[in-house]
């Protein structure tokens, strides 16, 4: 049972346009949603996260919009960069207070910026 | 760099033998998670570790097993190796999150990994 799945497993698109990359959950107790970007041969690094008490989160060129009824989030990145090519990992946490942090992860959609 | 530190890097062995990851936390970070990647796959979670106490399991085969240690680094056993169990592992840490003060953004920070190659 995949509780976090990313459909796309590549995506192509130019220098300068937005990316959107989409991520679908099944676990409405998730409270915690996260991006993580990787590189061949190293560790996921951390890009964004968002609450499951907003809709909204911002940072710079990345944007991350929930969508709770939907039970679906999305990463914008605009404007796109060759840099940005890379894997992307949507991931999901049910802390709740709890002691573990531990996240699922989507399978991942591959980012190619063209130059 | 994350500060999470994962040795060896690269682990090549023969079916039937046993191997151990290591992994060092971030300075500070109490609790150590344990991820497993295979070919085109997303990151499977193994199990987690809170100041030496099993905190969290997840999908970790009865042949894996791990220990986090007084100084909190932490190892993963793998034993009667088999051709499927060659991944990338992966080691992630947190902090306290019990702290007084301390926002939960639910981020983990993760070592580079230690590939296993199974032959």
């Known amino acids: 049972d995949q509780q976090v799945k990313q459909n796309s497993p590549s995506l192509s698109v130019q220098e300068g346009r937005i990316s959107i990359l989409n991520c679908d959950y099944t676990?409405?107790?998730?409270?915690?949603f996260l991006w993580y970007k990787k590189y061949p041969a190293e560790g996921p690094t951390f890009l964004i996260s968002?609450?499951?008490?907003?809709d909204k989160n911002e940072d710079g060129r990345f944007t991350v919009f929930l969508n709770k009824s939907a039970k679906h989030l999305s990463l914008h990145i605009v404007p796109s960069q060759p840099g940005d090519s890379a894997v992307y990992f949507c991931?999901?946490?049910?802390?709740?207070?709890?002691?573990?942090?531990?996240?699922?992860f989507g399978t991942g959609t591959l980012l190619a910026v063209q130059p | 760099d994350s500060g999470v530190t994962q040795t060896p890097k690269h682990l090549i062995t023969a079916t039937g033998q046993r191997v151990t990851l290591r992994c060092s936390p971030r300075?500070?970070?109490?609790?150590v998670y344990w991820y497993q990647q295979s070919l085109d796959q997303g990151l499977q979670f193994l199990i987690q570790?809170?100041?030496?106490?099993?905190?969290a399991k997840g999908n970790i085969l009865e042949r894996f097993s791990a220990q986090q240690f007084p100084d909190l680094h932490s190892e993963l056993n793998l034993s009667s190796l088999e051709l499927g169990d060659s991944a990338l592992y992966f080691c992630?840490?947190?902090?306290?999150?019990?702290?007084?003060?301390?926002?939960?953004?639910?981020?983990?920070?993760f070592g580079e990994g230690s590939r296993l190659t199974v032959l």
């Open positions: 992630a840490s947190s902090p306290d999150l019990g702290t007084s003060g301390t926002e939960n953004t639910g981020e983990l920070f």
């Open positions: 570790y809170y100041n030496g106490e099993e905190r």
């Open positions: 991931a999901a946490s049910s802390y709740h207070g709890g002691a573990t942090n531990k996240l699922i």
């Open positions: 676990n409405s107790m998730f409270d915690y």
């Open positions: 300075s500070g970070d109490l609790s």
């Open positions: 968002i609450s499951s008490i907003k």
